[in-house]
């Protein structure tokens, strides 16, 4: 598919790339530099700034499926989007003023925007397309790209931003970036008109967007009291995590035989991708941190934010995805296989970390060193994250598709605060200043033994191969799986 067919796609596919693109322009502003903010101008303790972050993580992908019901089924795909864009303007706006006692709010806006949007721009995307159009695959392809060439460009100027002119300033930017997406759907809106959902296709009900718009500002009250809180977060996530893998157990139990059997390995993928999201969580809390207290930010006269780091994921993502791709057409590797090779390589992102010890000078380390671990990170989400959802959808009966997914999205909510609490292993109690040597030892500990730990999860891993791969070559199971276009798209863009 040469080029990934950008330049045969319909016209509406034009609108929601670049919608995207801001969309996640905006969003990972944010991310990059939320945790510094909070510990360097708030005043919170870098375990508060993790706990926050934490919180925050898990109910930006709750909340998802919230806004794809709203969007299939009460207001219209369309008028969801607009409404979490607004919603998202009102958030960065208001976090470009907000202070030590507003900053919940703004936040929470942020959170009830990306439950509202982040949905349905995909679900929108796959109804622009005949079941059949050979266009679809590249379609899907490219908005994957989107979400990586947005947060790159954000995550590349939001800290130097920050750094040269001030908080404030580089949260305008994510501003900005949501402007740009309203504009953007302006100005191109009339390609979309033959583009509906279910409820989209009706009339607009002035009472059920009431009834929406109210509950969108009720929720940011009830996140903005979440957000201050985590212990109540961490149970609320516990409580619908424990649901929604009860349930999942549920089903499994009811099959027979080897559907049975498929289910449950479907359920140690998922497991497996809570661990990934967890080490993903590392990125915006402990690796900055550690980037500030012990990497030399000094590089050929330039001073390097240690939030600037972050963009090399993308980067990576981006360069390597074409890499893998003609990697794959040269050497054969079932799901399984990719998915162990890519635990593989986030736990030796971490174990390489062992190593710094040895190579601080005066307690600092080079740069290389975060280059290599987020090299490592990022080639094994291409392996674990994009293909997880494939290899559920695979395991799973077809009837159970959709809610084998929503689970394995849930993932990234368990994650959220889990991984907060391993950041917090590598930070100092609250109002003890610790060492540059005790930093230094603290975190090649912590990113050592999350290492470890990784490394026994993609042993095991390994050793279930050849049964997994059997389980999915088993043409005898009724309802075998198949992976959607969508899902079929996002593979090929690694």
């Avoid at 322009?25 to 993790?50: D, N, R």
């Avoid at 949501?178 to 979309?192: D, E, G, I, P």
């Avoid at 009830?222 to 089903?251: C, R």
């Avoid at 736990?347 to 090299?375: C, E, H, I, K």
Wanted: hydrophobic share 55%; glycine share 8%.
């Amino acid at each position: 598919m040469s080029g990934f067919g950008i330049l045969k796609q319909p016209k509406p596919f034009y609108l929601i790339f670049f919608l995207e693109f801001w969309e996640r322009f905006g969003y990972y502003g944010v991310q990059a530099i939320v945790t510094l903010y909070f510990v360097k101008h708030l005043g919170y303790s870098e375990q508060q700034s993790f706990a926050v972050f934490g919180s925050f993580f898990a109910l930006v992908f709750g909340l998802a499926m919230v806004g794809g019901w709203l969007g299939d089924k009460v207001i219209g795909t369309k008028r969801t989007i607009i409404l979490g864009m607004l919603t998202l303007l009102s958030g960065y706006t208001f976090l470009t003023i907000a202070n030590k006692e507003t900053i919940f709010i703004a936040l929470a806006m942020i959170v009830a925007g990306n439950g509202l949007f982040k949905a349905n721009p995909s679900s929108l995307l796959s109804k622009c397309y005949k079941q059949d159009d050979a266009r679809l695959d590249g379609a899907f392809t490219m908005y994957y790209m989107a979400i990586n060439m947005g947060s790159f460009v954000s995550m590349s100027i939001t800290p130097i931003i920050a750094s040269y002119y001030g908080w404030n300033q580089a949260f305008s930017l994510s501003a900005i970036g949501l402007a740009c997406a309203l504009l953007n759907y302006w100005v191109q809106r009339r390609s979309l008109q033959h583009v509906k959902s279910e409820a989209g296709d009706q009339d607009l009900n002035i009472k059920f967007l009431i009834l929406t718009i109210i509950g969108v500002v009720a929720t940011v009250f009830l996140i903005s009291f979440l957000l201050k809180h985590a212990t109540i977060t961490n149970v609320a996530v516990a409580v619908i995590s424990l649901g929604g893998i009860g349930l999942f157990l549920k089903n499994a139990f009811q099959q027979k035989g080897k559907a049975r059997a498929r289910m449950l390995v479907a359920l140690v993928l998922i497991v497996q991708g809570i661990i990934f999201f967890v080490l993903y969580g590392q990125m915006p809390t402990s690796l900055t941190f550690f980037a500030v207290h012990n990497v030399n930010n000094h590089l050929l006269g330039f001073n390097i934010n240690p939030a600037s780091y972050q963009v090399l994921n993308p980067l990576i993502i981006l360069l390597a995805s074409p890499l893998l791709a003609v990697v794959y057409t040269k050497i054969k590797m079932s799901h399984p296989t990719k998915f162990a090779l890519g635990m593989t390589f986030c736990a030796g992102a971490f174990l390489l970390m062992y190593f710094v010890r040895f190579a601080a000078t005066n307690n600092l380390v080079s740069p290389a060193w975060m280059v290599g671990t987020y090299l490592l990170q990022s080639v094994g989400e291409l392996l674990v994250s994009a293909l997880g959802v494939a290899m559920v959808a695979q395991l799973c009966p077809r009837n159970m598709a959709g809610f084998a997914m929503g689970v394995w999205f849930l993932t990234s909510m368990i994650a959220g605060p889990i991984s907060a609490k391993v950041a917090s292993l590598s930070s100092p109690a609250s109002g003890v200043v610790a060492s540059a040597h005790s930093s230094l030892l603290t975190y090649s500990n912590v990113f050592t033994n999350i290492g470890l730990f990784t490394c026994a999860v993609s042993a095991l891993m390994w050793v279930a191969v050849p049964a997994l791969n059997r389980l999915i070559r088993d043409e005898n199971v009724e309802d075998e799986a198949v992976l959607s276009e969508a899902e079929l798209g996002l593979e090929e863009a690694i």
